[in-house]
């Protein structure tokens, strides 16, 4: 299993209606709302690299209201 954390950075005023969407992706595991130049940490399992790369890409990048984001992948 490959854990991955995501920074994003979505709209104002957004953050807690953009949380609800994160985490109703099964791969996150975990998402809390912050302050400073991310609005949003999540946390991500999945079996691969790969896997997660799809998942930012098609879910996480997918929601609308997600203006950037920033990969942190554990290793």
Do not use: H, W
Not at 8 to 25: H, P, Y
Not at 63 to 75: A, G, S, V, Y
């Amino acid at each position: 299993m490959v854990t991955t954390y995501v920074l994003v950075f979505c709209e104002m005023g957004s953050e807690f209606k953009t949380l609800k969407e994160l985490l109703r992706i099964p791969e996150v595991i975990e998402a809390k709302v912050t302050y400073g130049m991310y609005d949003i940490v999540c946390k991500i399992e999945a079996p691969s690299m790969e896997s997660i790369k799809d998942i930012i890409i098609n879910d996480i990048r997918g929601i609308r209201q997600i203006k950037e984001t920033q990969t942190l992948p554990l290793f």
